[in-house]
């Protein structure tokens, strides 16, 4: 069965990321974002996010405390610890934080995309689809949750609509090597060996050094 693999969401997690980043620019639009001088909680909102992608949660729920703390309405410090909290397996802690992310912001799409892959994990996937609806209802143009939302279809074998999702993201970007491997994934289960190894070739042009692909378009060319 499909399963999404840890490189595939740490990659759609620096891809919300950077969203995240431009949101919480707009959240601190009274003084210049890049300027930390004069906004301290931007630097300290970057360092947070740089602790998380490389795997040191517990000091990234550091730093996004600290700003809470400093604002209490800012959406995006809750939804950026709650990942934080997420991919540290403290699973309550980041349902509540992307709670109060969606309760402070009811736009913020990325929130939704986070809860939804949350309530993946719980296998709750009518509560994960419904969110997943919501993010691309108020960003159609973010390929990513396309990709996670794709991901829970293939979760459930429903390939037809997984493929879909994951045609979606590509039309949106074109050079998303993420996207190809999801899609070659779904492929494969769903026993469309010459499409995967086409997306497998292609995420090989895209980048040479993807192992996890080059091993999928073996495992592809060998059952076709």
């Known amino acids: ?3 999404i693999p840890n490189f595939g969401i740490l990659l759609v997690t620096i891809l919300m990321a950077l969203s995240a980043c431009a949101q919480f620019a ?6 210049p974002f890049d300027d930390y001088t004069t906004n301290p909680r931007a630097s300290i909102y970057l360092r947070g996010l740089s602790y998380s992608v490389d795997g040191e949660y517990d000091k990234a729920i550091v730093e996004f405390t600290k700003i809470i703390q400093s604002n209490p309405q800012s959406s995006q410090a809750y939804l950026t610890r709650g990942q934080a909290h997420f991919f540290n397996d403290d699973y309550d802690k980041a349902f509540s934080d992307y709670n109060r992310a969606i309760r402070l912001n009811s736009e913020n799409a990325e929130a939704y995309s986070f809860r939804g892959l949350a309530y993946l994990n719980r296998k709750e996937y009518d509560s994960a689809f419904e969110d997943y609806g919501k993010a691309i209802e108020l960003k159609p143009e973010n390929p990513a949750p ?8 293939a979760d459930i074998s429903d390939y037809e609509r997984s493929i879909a999702d994951f045609n979606r993201a590509i039309e949106l970007n074109s050079e998303l ?5 999801f899609r070659g994934l779904a492929y494969t289960e769903s026993g469309d060996y010459g499409n995967a190894v086409a997306d497998f070739k292609k995420i090989l042009e895209l ?3 993807h192992a996890e692909a080059r091993e ?8 076709r």
């Open 146 to 153: 396309y990709l996670m939302r794709g991901a829970a279809f």
């Open 216 to 223: 999928a378009l073996e495992d592809a060319e060998e059952a």
């Open 26 to 31: 707009g959240e601190e639009e009274a003084v």
């Open 1 to 3: 069965m499909f399963r």
């Open 177 to 181: 090597a993420l996207a190809y491997y």
């Open 207 to 209: 980048d040479p050094d």
